[in-house]
């Protein structure tokens, strides 16, 4: 189901079919380092990641991440969404795309529509967003996004840099 359009890209719900996209984006090293090993090594792995957690969070919370396409072509370069963890007080924005797909915009033209549809559908003011404390590239896409840095927030095991927006 497409949620969202933008001038390039056109974001939708995830489903079982995009299991082999999801396989592929999980397991690449910049995802291994910045968002972590989710253990999903096989088809049937990622079809139940997509189940259990973009299809569950839009049955509970009417948002999650959302699969990021090319407009032309309806080639998946990424995924862009909200995510709402019980650790955390607001919905976080979280983006990921395949390499070949970075420095062109994506990530800030889809963060953008994601922004304004929480903001307009859900009456989200406030959302969040989460980094690695490596992962300088997010962050200064955030800062452009409008989030600023409100310091180091524990989850899991590790201590990741939490933004927020100013609203709110």
């Known amino acids: 189901m497409k949620v969202l359009e933008t001038e390039r890209l056109v974001l939708r719900h995830f489903h079982r079919g995009d299991a082999a996209f999801i396989l592929r984006l999980v397991n690449e090293p910049s995802w291994l380092q910045n968002i972590g090993d989710r253990g999903v090594r096989t088809l049937a792995d990622a079809e139940g990641y997509i189940q259990k957690g973009p299809v569950e969070m839009y049955g509970r919370f009417g948002f999650g991440l959302f699969l990021v396409e090319l ?44 922004m304004s549809w929480a903001r307009d559908v859900h009456g989200l ?13 997010s962050g200064r896409l955030l800062e452009k996004l409008g989030f600023y840095f409100k310091g180091l927030v524990r989850l899991g095991a590790e201590d990741l840099k939490l933004y927020g927006t100013q609203e709110g």
């Open 125 to 137: 003011s406030h959302l969040l967003a989460i980094t690695s404390q490596g992962n300088a590239a």
């Open 71 to 114: 407009k032309e072509s309806a080639v998946p370069i990424g995924l862009c969404g909200l995510v709402k963890r019980e650790a955390l007080e607001h919905a976080d924005l979280g983006f990921a795309f395949l390499p070949e797909y970075w420095g062109q915009g994506y990530a800030l033209e889809s963060s953008l529509a994601v």
